[in-house]
């Protein structure tokens, strides 16, 4: 509570003012797990940009050939 006193006044005080932060629940048990996982996922997916077209593409190979296992294995 922050209280500002006035100068030579019969009133003490000139104003008071009370602040209280409310925690957010949804924000801290949903939000920030999620968004600390795409982070994550994300900085997994940065060490993998090596900026090579011919790395870029075998993972689409190796990416179409899983895809085509688990469709064909999971049929």
Do not use: K, N
């Not at 006035?6 to 999620?34: G, K, N, T």
């Not at 940065?46 to 999971?74: D, E, I, N, P």
Request: hydrophobic letters at 45%; aromatic letters at 8%.
């Amino acid at each position: 509570m922050h209280v500002t006193p006035v100068r030579e006044s019969a009133c003490p005080v000139e104003r008071a003012r009370f602040q209280r932060r409310v925690p957010d629940r949804i924000e801290h048990r949903l939000y920030e797990p999620v968004l600390r996982v795409l982070a994550g996922a994300g900085q997994a997916a940065r060490r993998l940009a090596g900026g090579s077209v011919h790395l870029y593409l075998g993972y689409g190979f190796v990416g179409l050939v899983v895809l085509l296992l688990v469709l064909t294995v999971g049929w």
